[in-house]
Protein backbone atom coordinates (compact mmCIF):
# COMPACT_ATOMS: atom_id res chain seq x y z
CA UNK A 1 0.00 0.00 0.00
CA UNK A 2 1.07 3.70 -0.34
CA UNK A 3 0.50 4.72 3.29
CA UNK A 4 1.83 3.52 7.04
CA UNK A 5 0.24 0.46 7.93
CA UNK A 6 -0.55 -0.86 11.50
CA UNK A 7 -1.82 -4.46 12.76
CA UNK A 8 -3.77 -5.02 14.17
CA UNK A 9 -6.40 -2.83 13.99
CA UNK A 10 -7.88 -4.09 17.34
CA UNK A 11 -6.76 -5.86 20.24
CA UNK A 12 -8.22 -6.66 23.58
CA UNK A 13 -5.68 -8.71 25.82
CA UNK A 14 -6.19 -9.64 29.53
CA UNK A 15 -4.05 -7.64 32.11
CA UNK A 16 -0.31 -9.04 32.28
CA UNK A 17 -0.45 -10.34 29.13
CA UNK A 18 2.17 -8.93 26.36
CA UNK A 19 1.17 -7.72 23.14
CA UNK A 20 2.99 -6.58 20.19
CA UNK A 21 1.96 -4.09 17.63
CA UNK A 22 3.58 -4.30 14.05
CA UNK A 23 4.03 -1.27 11.95
CA UNK A 24 5.14 -1.02 8.14
CA UNK A 25 6.19 2.29 7.16
CA UNK A 26 5.79 4.13 3.58
CA UNK A 27 7.97 2.52 1.44
CA UNK A 28 11.81 4.19 1.65
CA UNK A 29 10.79 6.32 4.57
CA UNK A 30 13.83 6.49 7.42
CA UNK A 31 12.58 7.78 10.09
CA UNK A 32 9.47 5.88 12.37
CA UNK A 33 7.61 7.11 15.27
CA UNK A 34 5.39 5.83 17.69
CA UNK A 35 2.85 7.11 19.25
CA UNK A 36 -0.03 6.71 22.13
CA UNK A 37 -2.86 8.61 22.04
CA UNK A 38 -5.39 8.16 25.05
CA UNK A 39 -9.32 9.04 24.68
CA UNK A 40 -9.80 12.83 23.50
CA UNK A 41 -6.58 13.76 24.25
CA UNK A 42 -3.63 14.58 22.05
CA UNK A 43 -0.59 12.47 20.83
CA UNK A 44 2.25 11.42 23.51
CA UNK A 45 5.63 10.61 21.61
CA UNK A 46 6.93 7.30 22.82
CA UNK A 47 9.87 6.50 20.48
CA UNK A 48 11.59 7.36 17.27
CA UNK A 49 14.18 5.47 14.71
CA UNK A 50 16.41 7.26 12.02
CA UNK A 51 18.31 4.79 9.72
CA UNK A 52 20.98 2.34 12.10
CA UNK A 53 21.42 5.80 14.34
CA UNK A 54 20.35 4.36 18.21
CA UNK A 55 16.62 5.51 18.66
CA UNK A 56 15.27 7.95 20.82
CA UNK A 57 13.55 6.38 23.63
CA UNK A 58 12.72 8.91 25.90
CA UNK A 59 9.38 8.91 25.29
CA UNK A 60 8.69 5.11 26.86
CA UNK A 61 6.87 5.34 30.05
CA UNK A 62 8.33 2.03 31.63
CA UNK A 63 10.48 -0.33 30.92
CA UNK A 64 7.70 -2.63 30.01
CA UNK A 65 7.80 -1.14 26.95
CA UNK A 66 9.70 -1.46 23.91
CA UNK A 67 10.36 -1.46 20.35
CA UNK A 68 12.37 -2.74 17.62
CA UNK A 69 12.97 -2.02 13.67
CA UNK A 70 14.07 -4.36 11.75
CA UNK A 71 15.85 -4.08 8.38
CA UNK A 72 15.27 -0.51 8.39
CA UNK A 73 11.89 -1.29 7.94
CA UNK A 74 8.79 -2.54 9.94
CA UNK A 75 8.85 -2.29 13.43
CA UNK A 76 7.78 -3.72 16.00
CA UNK A 77 6.22 -2.14 19.43
CA UNK A 78 5.83 -4.69 22.27
CA UNK A 79 3.90 -4.10 25.80
CA UNK A 80 5.34 -6.36 28.38
CA UNK A 81 2.68 -7.32 31.33
CA UNK A 82 -0.14 -5.00 30.27
CA UNK A 83 -2.26 -2.81 32.90
CA UNK A 84 -5.45 -0.84 31.99
CA UNK A 85 -3.66 2.45 31.78
CA UNK A 86 -1.74 1.04 28.81
CA UNK A 87 -4.98 1.01 26.95
CA UNK A 88 -5.21 3.76 24.40
CA UNK A 89 -4.51 3.94 20.56
CA UNK A 90 -1.00 3.26 19.74
CA UNK A 91 -0.05 5.42 16.44
CA UNK A 92 2.92 4.47 14.28
CA UNK A 93 4.36 7.56 11.28
CA UNK A 94 7.10 7.81 9.29
CA UNK A 95 8.66 10.49 6.90
CA UNK A 96 11.61 10.65 4.80
CA UNK A 97 14.55 13.24 5.79
CA UNK A 98 14.71 12.64 9.38
CA UNK A 99 12.86 14.75 11.68
CA UNK A 100 12.52 17.43 8.94
CA UNK A 101 9.79 16.40 6.79
CA UNK A 102 6.14 16.10 7.81
CA UNK A 103 4.84 12.74 9.33
CA UNK A 104 2.42 10.49 7.64
CA UNK A 105 0.15 8.24 10.16
CA UNK A 106 -1.14 5.11 9.82
CA UNK A 107 -4.83 4.37 11.75
CA UNK A 108 -3.42 3.11 14.62
CA UNK A 109 -3.85 0.00 16.92
CA UNK A 110 -6.41 0.22 20.08
CA UNK A 111 -5.43 -1.57 22.21
CA UNK A 112 -8.01 -2.44 25.02
CA UNK A 113 -6.63 -4.17 28.75
CA UNK A 114 -9.31 -5.76 30.02
CA UNK B 1 6.94 11.05 27.34
CA UNK B 2 5.22 14.28 26.63
CA UNK B 3 1.38 14.03 26.79
CA UNK B 4 -0.99 17.30 26.18
CA UNK B 5 -4.64 18.14 26.85
CA UNK B 6 -7.06 16.87 28.49
CA UNK B 7 -10.32 18.38 27.37
CA UNK B 8 -10.52 19.12 23.61
CA UNK B 9 -11.70 23.06 22.83
CA UNK B 10 -14.78 22.95 20.15
CA UNK B 11 -15.40 25.34 17.16
CA UNK B 12 -18.94 24.75 15.56
CA UNK B 13 -19.53 26.68 12.20
CA UNK B 14 -22.28 26.66 9.68
CA UNK B 15 -21.51 24.83 6.25
CA UNK B 16 -20.05 27.51 4.17
CA UNK B 17 -18.60 29.76 6.79
CA UNK B 18 -14.89 30.21 6.83
CA UNK B 19 -13.33 28.83 10.15
CA UNK B 20 -10.02 29.74 12.33
CA UNK B 21 -8.18 27.10 14.24
CA UNK B 22 -5.92 28.34 17.07
CA UNK B 23 -2.68 27.37 18.33
CA UNK B 24 -0.38 28.89 21.12
CA UNK B 25 3.23 27.23 20.77
CA UNK B 26 5.65 27.32 23.76
CA UNK B 27 8.98 27.24 21.91
CA UNK B 28 10.49 30.45 20.56
CA UNK B 29 13.75 28.32 19.02
CA UNK B 30 10.78 26.29 17.06
CA UNK B 31 11.13 26.63 13.05
CA UNK B 32 9.15 24.39 11.85
CA UNK B 33 5.32 23.91 12.38
CA UNK B 34 2.35 21.55 10.53
CA UNK B 35 -1.12 21.24 11.27
CA UNK B 36 -2.79 17.31 11.06
CA UNK B 37 -6.76 16.44 10.75
CA UNK B 38 -8.18 13.61 12.45
CA UNK B 39 -11.49 12.03 11.75
CA UNK B 40 -12.82 9.38 14.30
CA UNK B 41 -11.03 5.52 14.27
CA UNK B 42 -8.53 7.29 11.88
CA UNK B 43 -4.77 8.37 11.87
CA UNK B 44 -4.24 12.02 11.92
CA UNK B 45 -3.40 13.40 8.51
CA UNK B 46 -0.80 16.20 6.90
CA UNK B 47 -3.12 19.18 5.80
CA UNK B 48 -0.07 21.80 5.56
CA UNK B 49 3.55 22.86 7.12
CA UNK B 50 5.15 26.20 6.98
CA UNK B 51 8.96 26.41 8.03
CA UNK B 52 9.62 29.81 10.49
CA UNK B 53 11.32 32.01 7.71
CA UNK B 54 7.43 32.26 6.48
CA UNK B 55 4.36 33.73 8.07
CA UNK B 56 1.59 32.58 5.21
CA UNK B 57 1.31 29.62 3.14
CA UNK B 58 -1.96 28.45 1.16
CA UNK B 59 -3.10 25.23 -0.14
CA UNK B 60 -6.38 23.99 -1.35
CA UNK B 61 -8.80 25.86 0.77
CA UNK B 62 -6.44 25.74 3.74
CA UNK B 63 -4.36 28.83 4.95
CA UNK B 64 -1.73 28.88 7.84
CA UNK B 65 -0.64 31.75 9.28
CA UNK B 66 2.99 32.01 11.80
CA UNK B 67 3.00 34.69 14.01
CA UNK B 68 6.69 34.27 15.47
CA UNK B 69 6.15 37.41 17.55
CA UNK B 70 3.36 36.26 19.68
CA UNK B 71 4.12 32.84 19.08
CA UNK B 72 0.81 31.75 17.55
CA UNK B 73 -0.38 29.38 14.34
CA UNK B 74 -3.72 29.67 13.23
CA UNK B 75 -5.03 27.43 9.82
CA UNK B 76 -7.95 28.85 8.44
CA UNK B 77 -10.54 26.71 5.95
CA UNK B 78 -12.01 28.53 3.87
CA UNK B 79 -16.01 27.47 2.58
CA UNK B 80 -16.43 24.73 5.21
CA UNK B 81 -17.51 21.74 4.42
CA UNK B 82 -18.93 18.78 6.56
CA UNK B 83 -16.48 16.77 5.50
CA UNK B 84 -13.88 18.76 7.74
CA UNK B 85 -15.68 17.81 10.70
CA UNK B 86 -12.50 16.84 13.15
CA UNK B 87 -10.03 17.19 15.43
CA UNK B 88 -6.96 19.52 14.31
CA UNK B 89 -3.71 19.53 15.89
CA UNK B 90 -0.90 21.65 15.42
CA UNK B 91 2.92 20.52 15.78
CA UNK B 92 6.01 22.44 16.30
CA UNK B 93 9.44 21.47 16.37
CA UNK B 94 12.78 22.93 16.53
CA UNK B 95 15.91 21.62 14.51
CA UNK B 96 15.74 18.40 15.03
CA UNK B 97 14.05 17.76 17.72
CA UNK B 98 11.24 15.44 17.85
CA UNK B 99 7.87 17.04 17.02
CA UNK B 100 5.40 18.41 20.02
CA UNK B 101 1.56 18.13 19.33
CA UNK B 102 -0.95 20.79 20.38
CA UNK B 103 -3.83 20.07 22.53
CA UNK B 104 -6.45 19.44 20.01
CA UNK B 105 -9.52 21.30 18.48
CA UNK B 106 -12.30 19.80 17.84
CA UNK B 107 -14.76 21.00 14.25
CA UNK B 108 -18.13 20.85 14.24
CA UNK B 109 -19.34 21.67 10.88
CA UNK B 110 -23.43 21.81 10.90
CA UNK B 111 -25.38 21.78 7.54
Known amino acids: GAGVSQSPSNKVTEKGKDVELRCDPI?????LYWYRQSLGQGLEFLIY????????KSGLPSDRFSAERTGGSVSTLTIQRTQQEDSAVYLC????????????FGDGTRLSIL | GESVGLHLPTLSVQEGDNSIINCAYSNSASDYFIWYKQESGKGPQFIIDIRSNMDKRQGQRVTVLLNKTVKHLSLQIAATQPGDSAVYFC??????????FGTGTRLLVSP
Open chain 1, 27 to 31: SGHTA
Open chain 2, 91 to 100: AERSGFQKLV
Open chain 1, 49 to 56: FQGNSAPD
Open chain 1, 93 to 104: ASSTEGRSGPQH
